[in-house]
Each structure stands twice: as C-alpha cells, then as structure tokens.
C-alpha cells in the first residue's frame, strides 16, 4: 500500500502491516468509503483484491471463503467493473446457502446478482434469481423484514422487463413500510418516489395518457418539497425527471432548458452524478436541441459513448439521428440510422415480449396454485365429510361399549363394595379383639407389677423386723462379751467380730432400702424426661423439647402415675418417630388446681390413614390416662399431632 492511500484513509482503516492486508481491514475500507473514493485508487485497490483472489482457492473453512468472497465483488460493484462480479456472486452464494446465520447475506446478493443481470438486458434471469430471494424471506418469519429491500430489487427489474404498473405496485409495497408520514431526507424513501416519477414518464411516453404525467408533477414535487433537502443531488435529480417529463410531451425547448439546469457545473462539483446519469442528462440535453433544428446537437450526441447495454438510449439516440438525416435529405445516413432504430426496437420489443411472457408465466403460475389449492379445499371437504361419518360411527360405538363398559363396572363395583364391607366388618372385629387382648394385657402387667411390689415391701418389711433386729441384738451381745474378756487376744477376736457383725447389718439396711425403693422407683418420668432430652438435642435431626414447672410436677407423682404416664410419653414418642416424619417434638407438664396438666405435640403430616399398630397406640394412651381418672383428648391436622390430658396428683 502506497503512503499516498495509506494516508488518505482515516486513522481507524489503516492497516497494521500495510504489506500484508487481511480481508477484515480491507472489508472495512470498502465499506467505510464511497465508489469515487475507491475509482481514485483503483490501481491500488486492484492490487489488494488480487492478492485476495491469489489465496482464495486456498481457503478450506466456508466462513472465510464467504468473507473473501463478498469483499471481492463489493469491490468490483464500487469500481463498476461487472465481468467478474457474475463468477463472485455465484462463488459468494453457493458458499453461504444453507447456513441459516447467513441468510441475510444471501438474500442482499441474491438482489444484487439480480440487479446484474437486469442491467445487463437479462431480466428473466434477474426474476429467476430474485425468486430465490423471496423464497426465503416467504418461508423464514424471522427474515420478513427483509421483504421490503426484495421489492426494492423488484422494482428496476420488472421496468426493465417493460411491467410499468408491476413495478409501481412493488414500489408502493416498499413505500407502505414508512406508512403515513415523510421520513424526510430519508436516501431510500426519495429514490423510491424518484423512481415512481421516472416509471410515470415511461408511462405517459408510450400511452399518451396525462393521468401518467400529473402523477409523475405530483411525485417531483412532493420530493422538491421534502423539509431538510440542503443537497443538490435530489434537485438535480428532479430536473432530470422534469426535464425527461417534457421530452416525452414534446416540448423540446422545455426539455432543453431543465437538462440544462440539471447540467449545471455546480451539481457536478458536488458529485451529483454516477456514470449514467451524466451521459444521459447530455444525451438527451442535445437530442431536444437536435429537435429544434439546432445542428451543433449532432455532434456533441456523436461525441458521448453510450454503453451497448443501454438499449433505450442507443435506440432514442438512432431515432433522432434517423430523423434529422431524413429531414436535410440525407436518406443513406436516415436509412442506416433507421435499420439500428428497428434493432434496438425489436430488442426492446422482445424484452417486453419476454415481460409478457413472464407476467403470463406468473399468472398461470398462481392460476395453478389457486386451483391446486381448491383441489386440495375440496379433498379436504371431502376427507372431512368422511371424517365426520367415521367420527359418528366411531361415536356410536363409544357410546355403546361405554354404556356396556359402564355397566359391567357398576356390577364390578358393587362387588368390591360388598367385599370391602366385608373385609371392614372382619377388620373391626379384629381390630376389637387386639384392643381387648391389649387391655387384658395391660391388666395383667400392671397385677403383676403390683403384687411384684407389694412381695417386695413384704420382703423388706420381713427382713427389717427379723433379721435386721436379730443383727442388731447380736451387736449388742458381742460387745457385752467383750467388754468382760479378760485377755487381749480374746478383746481383739471379739473386736473383728463385732466389725463383721456391723458391716453384714449395714448391708442388710442398704438391701432393704433398695429393694423397697425398687417398688417405687421402677418408671420414673422425670428420668425419661431428662434422657429424651438429652438424647434428642438440637444437633439431632429430631429434637425433643421439655418444658416442666421450676419444682417438677413429677416430685407429686404416686408410683402408679409415674408407671403410667412413663409409659404414655413412650408410645406417644415412638408413634410419632414412626409415623409423622417431623423434626420436633415437645413435652410440657405442669401443676395447676392440684391436677398435672400434660401435652405431647410434634410438627408432623398429622394422622392420615390410621394403621391399626398407630391406633392401638392411641387407645393404649387414653387407657392409660383413664386409669389415673383423667382425661385425654387427641387433635391432629396438617400442622402435626397433639395430645393434651389431665389427671388429678394424690394428697
């Protein structure tokens, strides 16, 4: 890259190793400049895209082939150099089909090969290939947006196809996207409007008809009247549409004298024309002057290069020519020039005959698919109406076996109800058996309890009156014995007697002790309360909570309430471990009016369906609490289970 480039482009496009350019700084460059900018450098910019093309065919991923692919032909579209866009297009296109995050790019050079192609007199191709563009913007929602620039593309397209009302109709499609308000100086909006303007004239030139005239007045004027149009480039466009408006009229002096204000020196300082538009605007500025009889046009138009793909203007350029020639009586050259006329003219007509066939194309096409789609409605109807009868049929038949279905199961039903009751019947009478064996075994446990504590007191009492009296007259004998010894080794024999005798009456008081408090002691609530609390603490994943008066009520309980109720905090402990899943349980026993008050309370799931061990448990509880004259009532719920009592303390 020369200095001359490199310093010409603005400090963020420059590349960092100018001898060595990749393709992400070049794609920056030709997007951040315009045609003029790239024209001027054009030697250098061919250099650089060359050596893009060199290592093209060396590239194996398809996301760097698309990237050298597109900044090649964007190049070559900014230089107006058409030969290899075709190939780049093609190259560009069958690299990025298929890849769905590459569906924009694809429909943009579907339009652009289109416009190619359109420009170079091939507009059937151009439709074919705009086709594909519409194709994916009709199956894909997520890209309707990018309708708007397929109808943009549609528009030179079917113009060139000679389809005038075709191209105004997609041109107001794109014009609907900016709905009832001026977008202002909005580039796409005032081509849009420009391009309506040119059509009209198109119009009005082949049919005459002023309907087509006032319509293209009308769009210059609105252009003309846009608020915050400060560039000469749009005025200098609606001279030309004005100017091209009274050609068409025939009002040469007019047309003369607009293409003359379009041609002035100030809109060409400020860049207001491409290629064509300055050709055109000369040739025509000269073919109104030729019109008038003004010879000098003569050789100013045979001076302008006139590209050989522009067919309308090569053959307006050989109709004047043909015309003047025959009007000074220079027949040869009217002739000459009147024999290219009719092949530009037969061109152009077989360009519209192939519009023709294109619009007829199109309208079998849909003609086609509007009776396909009534073929398919009526097959539809059809397949429906059968549907239907299968449908009644296959309802009838439900409705049969349902009511055959339904009555078999009542019957089922009916059975299992009559089982069930006597399986619930059979239930209960076993489930009153369990609870009366398990009274009677209470019963009997707590007879043999007390006839084991009342043996017990018999046996401490027996001991203390028998043996413990007799151990302590023996006592009193050995040290009357003693004292009237008269020799010491008779004195100290007598003394480990007596020491003996002492130590056999402490262990025989001590027994009698234990035995009798063994008759009182067996169930102690206060000893479970402690050991549950502490077994159960908040480390545990249950925890047991105790709460009792500051002097525990237990200090009042008889040996029978402390059997009891021992045995009630058990199984409500146990029947809640086993069958609530809760995380806490709580204990409270309090004195109040000479009554111990008692609740027992998890936060559990509560008693759902009650198995008979959970239930014999309960009804163990309320037998228990009854044998000490008390009450007990059982709450359960969604919040857990709750066990409240009362029994009355003894004097």
């Known amino acids: 890259m020369s200095d001359s480039l490199y310093n010409a482009l603005r400090k963020e496009l420059r590349p960092a190793d100018r ?10 460059m030709l997007a951040e400049n315009q045609n003029s900018f790239v024209i001027y450098y054009l030697a250098e910019f061919k250099n650089i895209v060359h050596q893009l093309e060199e290592k093209y065919p060396h590239l194996n991923s398809r996301d760097d082939k698309v ?20 190939y780049w297009y093609s190259q560009l296109i069958g690299n990025a089909k298929g890849v769905d995050s590459l569906k924009g790019l694809l429909i943009n050079n579907y339009m652009n090969f289109a416009i190619l192609y359109s420009q170079q007199n091939k507009p059937d191709s151009a439709m074919e290939i705009l086709q594909n563009a519409v194709d994916i913007t009709d199956t894909d929602t997520s890209l309707a947006n990018l309708k708007f620039y397929v109808w943009l593309a549609s528009v030179p397209i079917y113009r060139s196809l000679q389809l005038y009302p075709q191209a105004i109709d997609f041109a107001n499609r794109c014009l609907s996207f900016y709905g009832n308000t001026n977008p202002g100086p909005d580039r796409v909006y005032l081509d849009l409007q420009l391009g309506k303007a040119g059509i009209f004239n198109l119009m009005y030139a082949a049919g005459k008809n002023p309907a087509f005239a006032d319509s293209s007045e009308t769009l210059v004027k609105k252009v003309m009247a846009t608020p915050g149009i400060d560039s000469g480039f749009w005025f200098q466009q609606c001279y030309r549409m004005i100017a091209q408006l009274q050609y068409g009229k025939g009002n040469y002096k007019e047309a003369e004298k607009f293409y003359g204000i379009a041609l002035q020196p100030r809109y060409a300082k400020e860049g207001c024309y491409g290629y064509s538009g300055l050709y055109k605007t000369n040739l025509y500025y000269n073919f109104s002057r ?34 003047y020639y025959d009007s000074k009586g220079d027949y040869r050259n009217a002739y000459r020039y009147y024999k290219a006329y009719k092949n530009y003219f037969d061109s152009l007509n077989i360009l519209g005959q192939r519009g023709r066939v294109f619009e007829a194309e199109q309208k079998y096409a849909v003609a086609q698919k509007e009776k396909q789609i009534v073929k398919l409605q009526n097959q539809s109807l059809h397949a429906k109406s059968t549907r239907n009868k299968l449908v009644m049929g296959g309802l009838v038949v439900v409705v049969l076996m349902g009511s055959a279905l339904m009555l078999l199961y009542m019957r089922s039903k009916r059975q299992k109800l009559l089982r069930a009751a006597e399986r619930q019947a059979l239930s209960d009478e076993l489930y009153a058996m369990e609870q009366q064996m398990e009274q009677e ?7 043999r309890e007390k006839a084991m504590t009342e ?12 043996v413990s009296s007799s151990l ?23 003394l480990d007697i007596e020491e003996e005798a002492t130590h056999v009456y402490e262990h025989s008081r001590n027994f009698m002790h234990k035995l009798n408090a063994n008759a009182n002691e067996n169930y102690n609530v206060a000893t479970l309360l402690s050991n549950l609390s502490f077994r159960f603490n908040k480390e545990a994943s249950l925890q047991v909570v105790v709460n009792t008066d500051d002097y525990p009520v237990t200090n009042r309980f008889s040996p029978q309430q402390h059997a009891e109720m021992y045995r ?28 111990c008050f008692f609740e027992i309370a998890d936060n559990g799931k509560g008693i759902t369906n009650q198995r008979h061990d959970e239930g014999i448990g309960l009804i163990t509880i309320s037998q228990r609490v009854a044998l000490l004259q008390g009450e007990v009532s059982i709450g359960t719920g969604g919040t857990g289970t709750k066990i409240t009592g009362r029994f009355p303390l003894e004097q």
């Open 19 to 28: 001898n060595n350019i990749s393709v992400e700084e070049v794609s920056h």
């Open 455 to 466: 043996q017990r007191k018999s046996i401490s009492k027996d001991m203390h009156d028998e």
């Open 472 to 494: 302590a007259a023996l006592r009193f004998f050995i040290t009357d014995v003693k004292q009237r010894a008269a020799d010491k080794e008779t004195k100290a024999l007598l």
């Open 441 to 447: 075994r209470l019963l009997q446990r707590r007879e």
């Open 67 to 86: 990237a050298y692919a597109h900044v090649i032909v964007t190049f070559y579209v900014l230089a107006n150099i058409t030969a290899p866009q075709k």
């Open 290 to 323: 030729i019109k008038q009889g003004i010879s000098s046009g003569i050789t100013a138009v045979l001076d302008i290069k006139v590209p050989p793909d522009d067919y309308f203007s090569l053959q307006e350029l050989n109709r004047v020519l043909s015309e």
């Open 568 to 595: 009630v905090i058990k199984e409500a402990v146990a029947n809640s471990m086993k069958h609530s899943g809760s995380s806490i349980i709580y204990i409270k026993l309090h004195e109040i009016d000479k009554h």
